[in-house]
């Protein structure tokens, strides 16, 4: 089992920038590849960003690429969210997500793919 416990989020205005974070323990963190979800209210869950277990590889939804950044430092166990140039359509309640795979070089974008995920936390920029 992996627990995945978050810290981070909150209100900002728009243009700012938030770091929500998300720190696993019971596995091996490095052997797994992170990911992050968001829900706005009366929306589904979709994809926002996600990282290799190796941190070489990323991907990213449209909607955030060139203002978020995920990171991970496997020492720390520790999976990062860096979120810049806030809007209000980027309210939501956002998730990590942890998923074992062998390979350092795969990422995963659909919330399927998953196997653990974090308690969300609450992101709101206000106009």
């Known amino acids: 089992q992996v627990q995945l416990v978050k810290s981070g989020g909150g209100l900002v205005q728009v243009g700012g920038s938030l770091r929500p974070s998300c720190a696993a323990s019971?596995?091996?963190?490095?052997?797994?590849?992170m990911g992050w979800f968001r829900q706005a209210p009366g929306k589904e869950r979709e994809f926002v960003a996600a990282i290799s277990w190796s941190g070489g590889y990323t991907y990213y939804a449209d909607s955030v690429k060139g203002r978020f950044t995920i990171s991970r430092d496997n020492a720390k166990n520790t999976v990062y969210l860096q979120m810049n140039s806030l809007k209000p359509e980027d309210t939501a309640v956002y998730y990590c997500?942890?998923?074992?795979?062998?390979?350092?070089?795969?990422?995963?974008?659909?919330?399927?793919?998953?196997?653990?995920w974090g308690q969300g936390t609450q992101v709101t920029v206000s106009s």
């Open positions: 997500a942890a998923r074992f795979t062998y390979s350092g070089r795969y990422y995963y974008t659909l919330s399927d793919d998953y196997n653990y």
């Open positions: 019971g596995r091996t963190f490095s052997s797994y590849a």
